[in-house]
């Protein structure tokens, strides 16, 4: 494949020679040089459009057909000329020219196009434009793609192709000529002509339809309020449509749209739907704010699940599901998104970012709002316990090479980056923090005058913590929340309580802070957070427990706890779970801390101790702390009657497994055995009625853990039957036990039992089942079947990209394996595999080595990738991350492994 630039370069010289071929060849040739001169013009945007010309209104005419590989389009932008210039600048990727002329004032002129690097189209004039309104018009062609899943594509069903589309965060001007950023938001109106026995949907209800010539036919659709480009959306196909309940306040129409057939499988999302949308409507004190609220499905999605277009949200095929196989825990899942979505109608949608860096405005908060809503409605779900847990954001956040969440944009890849862990989780904790901090009411006072004094247009996080200090002055929590948003990082708390059982003052809470570093980090701790930080404890009164918070804005400083009527007899530092930090008693009081898990566990709410044994784990995999008690909370808590601590606890013994020395393999097992052996044979692999939501999820992870890593063979012998006779019969295993099942199979799995599951995959149409047992495929450990697990990347019948993410999940004993396939085959990966938002998919693969623990492989890594950054927009800082997994995986494994060692030798494990 030809190098975007290069082809992008021929495509705009070989449109122009067309433009101009009645004229002179003269004329030709000046033209011609022209466009090779345009690469060295200074004045070239390197990020972002300049702000001399802005748009006012679009009005864009596709003509699409599915199945077919091109589309036809003209737009016309309504421009506002803010300064005389000779230049328009636009976004614009893969498209080619054909014609364009600028109108004013009742006279039209031509205007010449240069496509420049990093996807930007110079619109140039014969004489400099006034000041003032005019209108751009462009004629072009694009491309409609059967293997990316952002921008225009088309994907089949069965015997129906359908086109979609994806645009955030950079992929509209894959399809529209525009200013492709997210702070020129403005109204739109799009037409599409279509063959005529389709269907077609976008962000506003239909308008008009007129007849075409060749049995198409042209639908327009009414003018949207102002949306930025990444939020336009459109679908043409064979739909099947199932409406729902009048939506909102102000009844708007809600529709599931569905490929062919597929409609009965729409009735969940369906019936949830206005619900959804009532607790959004109460929470931001707003109606739903757009004329209606469409849904729409699409059978594969890459690197995206959902995606909020204004009145036309796209979802992955998971919104479906068959309702005799539908769970509980896909109900959870499903409705989470959805409410993830929806949120952004308001926080991301009527209330946009304006420009990239402040993402998390949109993300954070519809994570955030999703979880606490869904609770509410909820609380059976246990969303607020789960939401506690979320030590692996942390682990990343720890790292000196991790993203800020208002992480400056320099480059385009930095665009992309900004879509992960730390905007959505980190961002998440960090907002429920403040929440938890100045109260749920004045919080959410400051987002409804958020919303008020932003809708319709754009805003900052300035916007934002201006909005809580106009509510909540008193907390000064503005800057203390600016503190979190702008370094990267987070705080690690050290605690000691003073009480005198003599003294009759209230105690004193003495806390300070330094930057968490896990063992082995380069990075220094001096950084400060103004961090509120919330104790709960029990004083032994009777009288319950008791919560205050405290700002924490100095290196250290001491709190008086009002509430008590006596010394602590337990505390913890993470009251309601909510705080992004983690903490510590202070040396030599470890007794503190097994006083903490043994009275204190049982007394707290279930997040609070979620929240602690997140905070164990955490201290724990970063080599800090006092490794062995950590190690012996975590079996304490593997014995206790809470299914979701066992769960967690579950976790955290399975990850202990990268510092088992080869010599204490056995005996690793055999306390996993120990740990939860009865449990898993008393829940076995087949959920029983009536049972919770927690004993589910309890079930997925100890069965297949104890079956694995605990090397037990009755369950390993129960798994392997259970995947073949789900493979002859579908409905042989509840939905929620097909993946672990499959990948407790896998885990000792042979050759033969390997060939029926790829001949599975490659028979089976059903999209949820294929990605069920290509998921499977990492659990292998016989290298011969990794080695050939990873070659199906290239055999027919298989779409790579329903298995692009084995690359980054190989475990111990098959990971060099996978390093060794991802450097030999890194162009054709590359090429075959579609990248997202703007970045090819090879930027990721340096995470694939991210497990290693080495100096060598640190080095291999390096070696690999520094060379072709150049061309991987977005690998720098997946590089940088992986290069210091690596290094400080080697530092932890010197530490970490010697206590795990030593526990392993001394706990009591049955023989």
């Not at 199932?242 to 009735?267: D, F, L, Q, Y």
């Not at 594969?300 to 825990?329: C, H, K, R, V």
């Not at 208002?406 to 992960?420: K, L, M, T, W």
Request: with cysteine; charged share 20%; glycine share 8%.
């Amino acid at each position: 494949m030809l190098p975007e630039l290069c082809t992008a370069s021929y495509g705009n010289r070989r449109d122009l020679y067309r433009s101009v071929k009645r004229l002179p060849v003269l004329v030709e040739v000046a033209v011609a040089l022209f466009v090779f001169r345009s690469y060295g013009d200074p004045t070239a945007p390197t990020l972002r459009l300049p702000d001399t010309v802005r748009p006012l209104r679009y009005s864009a005419s596709l003509q699409l057909t599915p199945g077919q590989d091109r589309f036809s389009g003209t737009i016309r932008i309504d421009l506002d000329v803010r300064q005389p210039t000779s230049t328009v600048w636009l976004n614009a990727k893969a498209l080619q020219f054909e014609s364009g002329s600028i109108s004013h004032g009742g006279s039209r002129i031509g205007v010449q196009f240069e496509s420049v690097p990093k996807d930007f189209l110079a619109v140039k004039t014969p004489e400099p434009l006034a000041a003032g309104k005019v209108q751009l018009e462009i004629k072009y062609t694009g491309e409609v793609s059967r293997t990316l899943t952002d921008g225009a594509f088309q994907q089949q069903q069965g015997k129906d192709w359908y086109i979609f589309t994806k645009f955030e965060p950079v992929t509209a001007r894959r399809v529209f000529p525009c200013f492709d950023e997210p702070s020129f938001k403005v109204p739109w109106t799009l037409t599409l002509t279509f063959p005529k026995d389709l269907k077609a949907f976008s962000n506003t209800e239909e308008a008009s339809e007129q007849s075409r010539a060749g049995d198409m036919k042209a639908v327009t659709f009414g003018e949207t309020k102002p949306l930025p480009s990444y939020l336009i959306a459109f679908g043409i196909g064979q739909f099947d449509v199932v409406p729902t309940a009048p939506i909102g306040k102000n009844h708007r129409s809600g529709r599931i749209i569905v490929p062919r057939g597929r409609a009965s499988e729409a009735a969940y999302a369906a019936s949830i739907t206005p619900k959804l949308v009532e607790l959004l409507e109460n929470y931001f004190g707003t109606v739903y704010p757009y004329e209606k609220l469409d849904q729409i499905v699409v059978p594969l999605t890459t690197a995206w699940g959902a995606m909020e277009n204004a009145g036309l949200i796209a979802y992955g095929d998971f919104l479906l599901s068959p309702p005799q196989q539908d769970t509980e825990l896909r109900k959870r899942n499903r409705a989470a998104t959805m409410e993830h979505e929806m949120s952004h109608q308001w926080f991301g949608d009527l209330v946009t970012t304006a420009w990239w860096d402040d993402i998390w405005l949109n993300e954070a908060f519809a994570s955030w709002l999703e979880s606490k809503l869904l609770n509410e409605w909820k609380p059976e779900w246990n969303i607020k316990a789960d939401s506690a847990r979320f030590d692996g954001i942390m682990r990343a956040d720890s790292l000196t090479t991790a993203r800020k969440i208002r992480q400056p944009i320099e480059a385009p890849g930095d665009i992309a980056n900004a879509f992960d862990g730390i905007t959505y989780g980190k961002g998440e904790a960090v907002i429920g923090m403040f929440e938890n901090y100045i109260g749920a009411q004045a919080f959410q006072s400051a987002v409804r005058l958020y919303l008020r004094q932003h809708a319709w247009g754009n805003a900052t996080a300035a916007d934002l913590l201006s909005a809580i200090d106009q509510v909540s002055p008193e907390h000064h929590a503005g800057a203390a929340f600016a503190s979190f948003l702008n370094q990267v990082g987070f705080p690690l708390i050290s605690v000691e309580q003073g009480c005198a059982l003599d003294n009759p003052g209230p105690p004193v809470l003495h806390l300070s802070q330094k930057r968490f570093l896990p063992v082995g980090s380069p990075g220094r701790t001096d950084q400060l957070w103004q961090v509120p930080v919330c104790a709960v404890w029990s004083d032994g009164s009777g009288l319950g427990l008791h919560r205050e918070c405290h700002l924490l804005s100095k290196a250290s400083d001491a709190f008086h706890l009002q509430a008590p009527k006596g010394c602590p007899v337990w505390l913890s530092a993470d009251a309601n779970a909510t705080g992004y930090y983690a903490w510590t008693f202070v040396l030599g009081e470890a007794d503190l801390a097994d006083t903490l898990v043994a009275k204190g566990v049982p007394e707290m709410k279930a997040e609070e101790s979620a929240a602690l044994l997140r905070n164990i784990e955490l201290m724990f995999s970063s080599g800090l702390g006092n490794l062995g008690q950590d190690l012996a909370f975590a079996d304490r808590f593997a014995h206790g009657s809470d299914p979701g601590l066992m769960r967690q606890s579950a976790m955290m013994v399975s990850n202990v497994s990268r510092f088992v020395p080869q010599n204490l393999r056995e005996r690793y097992a055999a306390w996993i055995r120990a740990l939860y052996q009865s449990r898993a044979l008393e829940l076995g692999w087949y959920p029983k009625p009536g049972e919770s939501q927690e004993i589910r999820l309890l079930r997925m992870q100890i069965v297949p853990l104890v079956a694995t890593r605990g090397e037990h063979g009755g369950l390993q012998t129960q798994a392997e039957k259970l995947a073949r006779r789900w493979l002859a019969d579908r409905t042989a295993l509840d939905p929620d036990m097909v993946e672990p099942v499959l990948g407790a199979a896998a885990w000792n799995g042979n050759r033969a039992y390997f060939d029926e599951l790829v001949a599975a995959v490659k028979q089976t149409k059903i999209r949820r089942e294929r990605l069920w047992m290509l998921q499977s495929l990492p659990d292998f450990r016989a290298p011969a079947l990794a080695r050939a697990s990873l070659d199906l990347f290239f055999e027919s019948g298989i779409d790579p990209r329903e298995m692009q993410y084995n690359l980054l999940d190989a475990n111990e004993q098959t990971r060099q394996i996978v390093w060794d396939f991802v450097r030999q085959s890194f162009d054709r990966l590359n090429q075959i595999l579609p990248g997202a938002r703007g970045i090819p998919f090879g930027a990721l693969l340096p995470l694939s080595a991210s497990g290693f623990c080495d100096a060598s492989h640190q080095e291999q890594l390096s070696t690999f990738f520094q060379p072709r950054l150049a061309t991987l927009p977005g690998g720098a800082r997946n590089l940088a991350n992986a290069l210091e997994d690596v290094r400080l995986c080697a530092a932890r494994a010197e530490v970490i492994q010697p206590a795990v060692s030593s526990f392993l030798q001394r706990v009591e494990v049955p023989k």
